[in-house]
T-cell receptor, first 111, second 111 residues
Framework: QKEVEQNSGPLSVPEGAIASLNCTYSDRGSQSFFWYRQYSGKSPELIMFIYSNGDKEDGRFTAQLNKASQYVSLLIRDSQPSDSATYLC???????????FGAGTTVTVRA | DTAVSQTPKYLVTQMGNDKSIKCEQNLGHDTMYWYKQDSKKFLKIMFS???????INETVPNRFSPKSPDKAHLNLHINSLELGDSAVYFC??????????FGPGTRLLVL
């Protein structure tokens, strides 16, 4: 079983719509959860992190965490063509320097 | 000012050669990492150093040898390069566990 699983996509959404990305993880000891965005040919860029159950909002991005279900998601509201990228979910056990990444979900926002 | 920098950006070499990649961060972080991203975009940790001490050493062929001369630098030396070593290698750094910032990547192609 992979430690972190994501739907690979591609996920195609129209401009202005909500893009919903899902991530599940296997280690119940996981305490920290991250979403990175990676444009083609570029490096991963941290966009959100969440530690507690519930929702965390930052601009057009909302991260949702449900530790009981071992599930973390990312919502992108009012999707823009510039949001077209691969989104990587990453998980860590508390105070552990090791991040485990999912394979990423490719999002395409069509104008 | 570049936060995490890597050299070279591109590296094309023949099988059997030995090559090095260098990484430097000017963020004052204590921890640095090497990741490998393969053709399927899966990002996997290879090594991590905290204050020049090796703290993560994943299952990586011993042809790969990291070296950290100080906490701002982490180099990766690869001996006897193989075709399967072709990938993008990312350096990252963090000040606390988990929240990692990535360099631009080194695209290695072994012919």
């Amino acid at each position: 079983q992979k430690e972190v699983e994501q739907n690979s996509g591609p996920l195609s959404v129209p401009e202005g719509a909500i893009a919903s990305l899902n991530c599940t993880y296997s280690d119940r000891g996981s305490q920290s959860f991250f979403w990175y965005r990676q444009y083609s040919g570029k490096s991963p860029e941290l966009i959100m992190f969440i530690y507690s159950n519930g929702d965390k909002e930052d601009g057009r991005f909302t991260a949702q965490l449900n530790k009981a279900s071992q599930y973390v998601s990312l919502l992108i509201r009012d999707s823009q063509p510039s949001d077209s990228a691969t989104y990587l979910c990453a998980v860590a056990v508390s105070n552990d320097y090791k991040l485990s990444f999912g394979a990423g979900t490719t999002v395409t926002v069509r104008a | 000012d570049t936060a995490v920098s890597q050299t070279p950006k591109y590296l094309v070499t023949q099988m059997g050669n030995d090559k090095s990649i260098k990484c430097e961060q000017n963020l004052g972080h204590d921890t640095m990492y090497w990741y490998k991203q393969d053709s399927k975009k899966f990002l996997k940790i290879m090594f991590s150093y905290n204050n020049k001490e090796l703290i993560i050493n994943e299952t990586v062929p011993n042809r790969f040898s990291p070296k950290s001369p100080d906490k701002a630098h982490l180099n990766l030396h690869i001996n006897s390069l193989e075709l399967g070593d072709s990938a993008v290698y990312f350096c990252a750094s963090s000040s606390v566990a988990e929240t990692q910032y990535f360099g631009p990547g080194t695209r290695l192609l072994v012919l």
